[in-house]
């Protein structure tokens, strides 16, 4: 059976959405990171790199949510959470899934963990990163936003839900606590509350122990 090493709210969330959208039987393994179990040596075993999410299924052990998020698309295909193979829209799900896994979600990275880009002890160093990486994230849901209104449709690639979508819910669920988070976004806001009607959307919060606000 296929396990998903997870900790709530972290980029787990995305493959954790998806396989409950997919209605694949899962096993959820917590890590705990306030504990450190990412660091320690059976975890490293399975992400050398100490990061969540992993996921194993058999022999195979998969590490990065892009490239989880690509195998489940590809092993439950029936279930069209991306396009058709060889598709114009197939070429848009991968640029935007790259996107936020290469984009949005490191800047996102820098606004929590300033102080890995500065000496230790320079605190004012670090809140001055801080404050470039939100400006700098504010630009990208601007371009979210207006992705979304240029095309007027439910989804991030138009009118068919797909695995960016969950993607997108959770990087800017990480921006609840902004001075402009991305549910005041015109499109965005609206968005994100038809992602929080999708009813495995609402488990995974609920089986992750979240609490409102939600976005």
Request: charged content about 20%; proline content about 7%; glycine content about 4%.
């Amino acid at each position: 059976m296929i396990q998903l090493h997870h900790f709530p709210s972290t980029a787990s969330m995305v493959p954790h959405i998806l396989l409950e959208e997919l209605s694949v039987p899962h096993e959820k393994v917590l890590v705990d990171r306030s504990q450190d179990v990412n660091k320690t040596t059976a975890f490293l075993r399975l992400n050398p790199n100490g990061l969540i999410p992993v996921l194993t299924d058999g022999d195979l052990v998969l590490y990065e949510t892009a490239a989880i998020c690509l195998h489940l698309c590809d092993t439950h295909a029936q279930a069209h959470m991306a396009p058709p193979l060889g598709s114009a829209e197939r070429a848009h799900f991968y640029k935007w899934l790259m996107w936020l896994s290469n984009t949005l979600q490191p800047t996102l990275s820098v606004w929590f963990y300033p102080e890995r880009w500065v000496d230790a002890g320079n605190t004012s160093g670090a809140q001055q990163v801080r404050h470039h990486a939100e400006l700098r994230v504010n630009l990208l849901l601007k371009q979210l936003d207006t992705e979304l209104g240029r095309h007027g449709l439910p989804w991030l690639l138009g009118e068919a839900y797909s695995a960016v979508d969950p993607y997108v819910f959770t990087l800017c669920r990480w921006t609840r606590s902004f001075a402009s988070p991305a549910r005041d976004k015109r499109h965005l806001g609206p968005y994100l509350n038809r992602m929080l009607q999708r009813p495995a959307v609402q488990r995974v919060l609920a089986h992750e122990g979240l609490e409102p606000p939600y976005v």
